[in-house]
């Protein structure tokens, strides 16, 4: 989808300006078409090396592997957070690091509740408060039927007293275009759609919304936030052409035979030279005789792989893209040849440990306005009248927390006397304190 056009056709419909502007639309489409694979530059000459969907991948897988949370101010509701929320939470909160923005939507009707992860370039801001809170949105949905493409736009507004929500639909032949506007009632799914409804008693929209937790470099006054990688577009560029020049390498350098063409049969059906069955890929013809000035009838090719100095640069250039996507040394690069100190390599574990915690708060806040939006529909919609909000987390500090410091911090205080050596020992040899004071040797200090 060209995010440029549809958010330029949606805010002409509307009235409004989008907070999405060209530019803000231009680099989601541009961080999208990174995460598939398909940036500009991916051609035949230049591969793609799947950098940008792993810095995603793993830094999704950091910040959620250890989360246990709960809700605790309804059954309904903490049903479907660990049946609907909690499963897809990493799938999702890559996608979000990958586009810059993810929206975590609960829906309810007379039948329950669900609930939507809308990624970006799939909603469109139309207006936010000086806190950066958005106060005007439009979600887009869209639907394919040959060649007939049919847009809802369902647009909430905050107001006064609570927000209030607008349907319409569109018939195109593009999903870039919103084309006329049609009756509800002409899809299917969307026939019981009202045109619009108001709501009272909430202070903001009704969803939650997670912002990967850097400075938007693109547009300093959107409330929108910008890829995790978005800083190392131009390096994993570069990365995709070391990345081509190893495959070539590899492709240009295999082992062939070249064999004369008089030296073979000719297939007069096919027009071709017939090479021996099974070895077709081995052999190359050429067309030259045996003579004096000329080469041998057949003749082997197998130069030498400059595998190494290839795979030092690519190397090399991951090891910048990690620095500009705040992962440590040795994520994406291969550990054995980081050539850094000591010191550096625990700077960028350090600075990993950071940004995990960052998106871990940003998440977390998503997360609750998911939980405060679930609890207004459950009361409305009288599913759970009862509903209260109240959300636990734990994220686990095995990731954040970095374990040398933390095991040189104890050291310290067992020297010290703040910490007693059976503490000590049953935290890192995984024993109760019974079974540590039992093995504590008579010296009664414990050292690793």
């Given amino acids: 989808m060209n995010y440029s056009e549809i958010m330029q056709a949606i805010t002409k419909v509307i009235g409004a300006d989008a907070v999405y502007d060209k530019r803000m639309a231009a680099a989601t489409e541009l961080w999208s078409e990174m995460y598939r694979g398909r940036a500009p530059w991916n051609t035949k000459d230049v591969l793609s090396a799947g950098i940008a969907s792993a810095v995603a991948a793993e830094t999704a897988r950091l910040t959620t592997v250890e989360l246990v949370s709960s809700f605790k101010g309804s059954a309904l509701i903490e049903d479907l957070y660990q049946s609907r929320v909690l499963p897809m939470l990493r799938r999702n909160t890559e996608y979000g690091l990958a586009g810059g923005t993810l929206i975590l939507k609960p829906i309810a009707s007379g039948n329950g509740m669900s609930t939507q992860f809308i990624r970006a370039g799939r909603f469109c801001p139309i207006g936010y408060d000086g806190s950066g809170n958005i106060t005007r949105c ?210 960028s574990k350090q600075r990993s440990y950071a940004y995990v915690r960052d998106c871990q708060e940003a998440l977390e806040h998503a997360l609750r306005g998911w939980g405060e939006a679930a609890v207004f529909w459950a009361r409305l919609y009288g599913l759970d009248s009862s509903a209260a909000f109240d959300m636990e987390f734990e994220w686990g500090d095995s990731i954040i927390a970095d374990p040398e410091q933390e095991r040189e911090e104890d050291r310290k205080d067992l020297a010290n006397g703040t910490l007693r050596p059976e503490e000590y020992r049953a935290k890192y040899r995984g024993e109760t304190i019974e079974e540590a004071l039992a093995n504590l040797p008579d010296t009664a200090a414990v050292m690793p």
């Fill in 138 to 347: 439009a979600f887009i949905d869209q639907i394919r039927r040959s060649r007939t493409v049919y847009t809802l736009l369902e647009i909430h507004t905050l107001t006064q007293s609570g927000f209030k929500v607008e349907n319409r639909a569109f018939r195109s032949a593009s999903e870039e275009l919103l084309g006329g506007e049609i009756a509800l009632t002409e899809v299917e799914q969307w026939a019981d759609l009202a045109p619009s409804a108001e709501f009272s008693g909430i202070d903001h929209l009704p969803f939650g919304i997670f912002r990967v937790p850097l400075a938007n470099s693109i547009d300093e006054d959107s409330p929108l936030g910008v890829a995790t990688y978005s800083r190392a577009a131009e390096l994993i560029y570069e990365a995709d052409r070391r990345y081509s020049d190893l495959c070539w390498e590899y492709e240009a350098k295999q082992a062939a035979i070249h064999v004369a063409n008089s030296m073979l049969d000719y297939d007069r059906d096919t027009g071709k030279y017939k090479l021996p069955e099974g070895r077709e890929r081995l052999y190359r013809t050429v067309n030259y005789e045996k003579g004096l000035n000329d080469k041998p009838l057949i003749d082997v090719y197998s130069p030498e792989i400059r595998s190494s100095q290839y795979l030092e640069g690519f190397n090399a250039q991951l090891r910048l893209i990690e620095f500009a996507c705040n992962l440590a040394y040795g994520t994406l690069s291969d550990p054995n040849t980081v050539d850094k100190t000591a010191e550096e390599i625990k700077a």
